[in-house]
């Protein structure tokens, strides 16, 4: 028995055989050619065929797995036309008299060293999917077979790490977990798990010819067991069997009220960061979106989103919800998510710095483009909009303001919008002092509780060697939190909870008791939660 630590990317418990992710063979050779016009046509044409795998592999994706997790393979389309990646082949094949395959894969590990040395986490990631389209290219041109999971079984998949290409292919009813040796929380296959509410873990550096052998995922703890002895399989059999009627009991929660024994109502909301997430917040049956992290926009573009771009997007959220509520805050960068386009320079305490609605406020061409999009979405559903980092009466005036300036605009350019409610995140402990003036001003208020922790107890959120001193229970977030909910309904605004606090179920039934009328969680934390506010009794 070989007991192994990885860092979990999604909870659960999984027993079953080892199944190893073989990769195509990609090592490629310096061939040189007698006629480089020729090897550039060979090229292009192995470009439009890894093409054409793409749209088939898109087709297949959107009809297992949902739009939003086939939009990849569209991106990777887009990729293998990319200008800089074509000149980049074409050049080397010229200058240097050398194959395709070679000049593929040096294009592809130049670009993809460029993406990894990059500081934003966003663009990072995408050195995977250079690498992703690289392979498949050498793939084509060197008519190598498909990388692939050897299993007849449902099987723990071990791998390196998977290219969404890769996940794509496999068949998920043969995956019981994914154990990879790279990949950060935020790769694909951290989404993909989360989405087939699979346990996952990351950082794994398991041993060589382990194919076949039993194994046992624990996700809570974020570890691996090889071959368990007889006692350790028959103790996580029984929390199998616990997790399995777990979730038989919460998928019959789906379609049900989030109303306590006593019948007090609340609504369970999703956060999301992007399109991209909207299939799983439908399939847990949130009642609505409750924050729609917009920043992933920017972040995802190395320019600035127009306002086509951003309407959409937008638009095709709200169209996804069919009517329920969605949430749009407003661009928050700055401190943790930085923009290279934006040039916002180096500050010395970042998270205190120049972010958020303060960026918004003095830029002003963003924020209207950025409004402008958001309300002519909501012509095609219900949308709220919410100001994140607010510390004073004067900035919400000044975005009403602004939210005026932009509606009489449309008006005037005769383009439709529907009823937006605005809101603002309660995150700074300034806000939560003022709330009481700043509810008459607001239709909502949504707690930020991570910023709101942060900054109410002096620790940078980011820095690892804090979390012992990160306390969200804290008394002075409580009482900050029943303080916001009393101010929220006497100012005549409605109030809910956005920050991961929102999803921490020893906590529901005091958010219940304290008046909240709305929590947001992550997709998969919806029915859990629901479950908790159903097993409440407040009376
Ligand atoms: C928060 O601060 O709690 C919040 C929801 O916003 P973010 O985590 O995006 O800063
Ligand atoms: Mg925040």
Redesign the pocket.
């Known amino acids: 028995m070989e007991t192994m630590q990885g860092k979990s990317v999604f909870g659960g418990v999984a027993i079953g055989p080892i199944a190893v992710f073989s990769k195509v063979d990609t090592t490629v050779r310096r061939e040189s050619i007698d006629d480089a016009d020729t090897e550039i046509e060979r090229y292009h044409k192995a470009s439009e065929d890894a093409k054409n795998q793409l749209q088939a592999l898109y087709d297949k994706a959107l009809k297992e797995v949902g739009e939003a997790n086939a939009q990849i393979f569209e991106v990777h389309q887009m990729m293998l036309d990319d200008l800089d990646y074509v000149e980049s082949v074409e050049n080397i094949i010229r200058s240097e008299n050398v194959c395709a395959e070679y000049a593929c894969a040096t294009t592809g590990d130049n670009m993809a060293e460029i993406f990894s040395s990059m500081d934003d986490a966003y663009m990072k990631e995408r050195a995977a999917d250079v690498k992703d389209i690289t392979n498949r290219l050498i793939g084509v041109l060197s008519g190598k077979g498909a990388s692939g999971m050897n299993a007849t079984e449902p099987s723990i998949l071990l791998a390196d790490d998977l290219a969404p290409s890769e996940t794509v292919q496999l068949d998920k009813s043969l995956v019981l977990s994914f154990v990879t040796r790279y990949g950060s929380t935020n790769s694909h296959t951290a989404i993909l798990a989360r989405t087939m509410n699979i346990p996952a873990l990351i950082g794994v550096d398991y041993p060589e010819n382990c194919e076949g052998k039993t194994a046992i995922v624990d996700g809570h703890k974020g570890t691996i067991i090889i071959d368990p002895d007889e006692d350790t399989l028959a103790q996580y059999r029984v929390k199998l069997e616990e997790q399995q009627k777990e979730k038989e009991l919460l998928a019959k929660l789906k379609g049900k009220e989030n109303v306590t024994k006593d019948g007090r109502k609340i609504n369970i909301y999703a956060n999301i960061g992007g399109v991209k997430d909207v299939a799983s917040v439908l399939d847990n049956d949130a009642g609505g979106i409750g924050?729609f992290?917009s920043e992933f926009l920017y972040l995802e573009s190395d320019d600035y989103p127009t306002e086509d771009e951003q309407f959409a997007a937008y638009k095709k959220v709200v169209e996804m919800m069919g009517g329920k509520k969605v949430i749009i805050r407003t661009l928050?960068i700055g401190a943790d998510k930085q923009v290279g386009y934006f040039d916002l320079g180096k500050e010395d305490n970042p998270a205190l710095g120049y972010r958020a609605i303060r960026i918004c406020l003095t830029r002003e061409d963003v924020f209207k483009t950025q409004l402008r999009a958001i309300y002519r979405a909501s012509h095609y559903g219900t949308v709220s909009i919410m100001f994140p980092m607010i510390i004073s009466l004067d900035e919400v005036k000044k975005c009403k303001e602004m939210a005026e300036t932009v509606k009489n605009e449309l008006d005037a350019d005769g383009i439709p919008y529907g009823d937006v409610e605005l809101g603002i995140m309660i995150?700074t402990p300034a806000a939560v002092m003022i709330s009481d003036v700043l509810a008459k001003e607001v239709d909502f208020f949504s707690v930020?509780?991570?910023?709101?922790t942060q900054y109410t107890l002096a620790i940078d959120r980011q820095n690892p060697k804090l979390d012992d001193f990160y306390d969200s229970h804290h008394p002075a977030i409580l009482k900050m939190l029943k303080m916001i909910a009393d101010n929220a309904h006497a100012g005549g605004a409605w109030a809910g909870i956005?920050?991961?606090l929102g999803a921490d179920t020893t906590l529901t039934e005091e958010f219940l008791k304290m008046g909240y009328d709305e929590l947001s969680v992550s997709p998969s934390m919806v029915l859990k939660v629901r479950e908790k506010v159903r097993n409440a009794d407040l009376s």
Do not use: F, K
């Open positions: 924050l992290r928050d995150e930020g509780t991570n910023d709101l956005c920050g991961e």
